[in-house]
């Protein structure tokens, strides 16, 4: 018996299937596409906000987010698409484009940004400057051994270190540096000059230098030695009884070698002490303090510390005083700056027994601080101006002696040293007369 045979579909419903499998395929097809687009989106915002970030830098922020936070400040005009704009500008309108070099721009905006602040000592230091400047402070580099600022807009020398290739041609605090080998130094900043003066041992560096009294600038050859900074050094004057103790800077190291010619110094038979700062351009801060902690008694003013913003901050000595019952004659002059300025001053400002010769000194009276960045850069930030244990204000100022005597052409010429035997005179009357300022 033959089995009957299914009736067939009608063919509208297997046009209906068809057409339902089709649309389902089509809506799969826009999900994937949807998901592709999407990702391309991400991708290129991304690319976008890569090429403002470096790809080293950790934590950091899109543009968009820097202008938000941009807008609590003072001045809410200010967008940072302006510099954006300026940079792609350049990158698409400059002559050499293939040229530059993204990493100089970016160093060159930062030191032009803090350049604006107006303070010549708030520098940003790309690599090599920052690894010239660990140099500086560690006390061992390779150069002409002079201390450098930049000053009403030129170059000028602070002071030349004891024994350095700088000393030894006689280059002097207050020289202007015109040029460094033929390249004029206007516009330039005190890291690019350092960085150009610096180099090996044994090379030659030439420095155009104007100095009051000459006629014309005056070509100066140097050679380059490795600069080792001894900071202190202690020799005794009048039969063992005076003990002339110089610093010619306020490195890592000097405490420590304060301390060991302690010993020395407070024999019975040192009636006195001449402090010679003349030519140091400071150093560390914590340093300068810890120093004044074995000339002052316990809980003395070192300095004050005024952030601008009308709080002002105590430092104070730490206690260890050896020192501060010898008479003292503390010489300084023009090359005296920032931390030989504070030792100065907070000992003048508290101690009946001290007396300063010399000349005005430089008047450094800024505090900064030294904060690392990515890309082995850092910056160097003023955050405080510094005042004596009295308040007196020295930036720019400077501290005048009570005694002024200067050392002129042909006291140099002759080996004569008016400030120093001033100083050996007034330890010798407060010696014998117990005489006070």
Known sequence: MMQPIEPQQPEPMRSELYKNKELRHFHRSLGIFFVIFLLALFFWGGFEVGKRVPSDVQGAISLDRAIILNETQNDATVDFSLFWDAWDLLKEK???????????????????????????????????????????????????????????????????????PAAKVDLRPGDIILEIDGEKTDGMSVEEAAAKIRGPKGKEVVLMIFREGFSKPQETSIIRDVIEVRSVRLEFLENDTIAHLRISQFSADTEKEIRAVLPRITNAKTKGIILDVRNNPGGFLDVAVNIASIMLPKDAVVLIEDDGQGNQKKLF?????????????????????????????????????????????????????????????????????????????????????????????????????????????????????????
């Open 94 to 164: 400059y002559v050499d484009h293939d040229k530059i070099d993204a990493h100089a721009l970016l160093y060159g905006a930062i030191k032009g940004m803090l350049a604006a602040s107006g303070d010549p000592y708030t520098t940003f230091f790309d690599p090599q400057q920052s690894r010239l400047f660990t140099e500086d402070i560690n006390g061992s580099f390779e150069g002409i051994g002079a201390e450098i600022e930049a000053r009403r807009n030129v170059i000028m020398v602070v002071a030349p270190l004891d024994g350095s």
């Open 317 to 437: 000595a730490k206690g260890g005083d050896r020192l501060s019952e010898i008479p003292t004659v503390i010489l300084i002059n023009e090359g005296s700056a920032s931390a030989a300025e504070i030792i100065a001053g907070a000992l003048n400002d508290h101690r009946a027994n001290v007396v300063l010769v010399g000349e005005k000194s430089f008047g450094k009276g800024s505090v900064q601080e030294l904060i690392p960045l990515s890309q082995e850069t850092s910056m160097k930030v003023t955050v405080a101006k510094w005042l004596t244990p009295n308040g007196h204000q020295i930036n720019e100022i400077g501290i005048e002696p009570e005694h002024t005597i200067t050392l002129t052409e042909e006291d140099r010429d002759d080996g004569r040293d008016p400030q120093l035997e001033k100083a050996r005179e007034i330890i010798r009357e407060m010696g014998s007369d117990d005489v006070g300022t």
